[in-house]
């Protein structure tokens, strides 16, 4: 493909302090993500969202007035350093996965703009920085190291404009069943279930490990891990097998 058309907007009013730079300018990108028209980046403690409907301008185009459609950027408030590491559009809000924390951004029942953003700290829960979180319903799985083992939360939300979000450990029963942390999850919720794809740690990964529950309301009421194994489904026993997606 050819992307030479696409180019990125230059500062065309202001400067560097009237107009600064986003934060993301030679630092890591974490993540990249679209929400409300706007294209989005996590970098360090900050989430940068473009001008909306223009995805490839991050500067104001007047330093006179803020327009609601002109680019956002909000940094995390906690009593500890987080670095942002996944964000995921969930509902009117977008859900950020921190270390060990998490935020919600969202403008509630206004659109989404400079003077309307709000940025909340609503959990705190260790996240594999290394393994994107995943919807599935009214649940967002995620992820976590439990020492050598891996470890999956299921964030559950009901209220989208709920600031107080409880996770619970789908993990608790089984903390030595999943051998490697996850790099991987995928759900598919008509089948009430999640599949987890662990990181290969000094060899190849034939394994995928699968949660399997059934909900009556709001109760669990059944839940079962299984494993499925790659070699045991006609591959020789010479052969390198290598899940590497899911």
Known sequence: PDYSSFEWEERKAGDDVTNPLPNFIGNPINDIFFYE???GMLSGESVTLSESGQFFNFFRTTVIDLLDTAPIEVVGSSNSVNTLRHALPFNSNLLLFGDNTQFMLG??????APRTVAMSQVSNYECDSDCAPMIGGTSVFFAYPRGSYG????????????????AFDLTDSVPSYIENPFRAIATMPQENLVIGLPKAEGGDMQDLYLYKYLDRGNERIQSAWFKFTLSSFGAAAADTQQIIGI
């Open 151 to 166: 470890g999956l939360q299921d964030m559950v939300i009901r209220d989208p404009e709920s600031r107080d979000l409880q």
């Open 107 to 112: 403008s509630g029942q206004e659109g989404l």
């Open 37 to 39: 028209n706007r294209l």
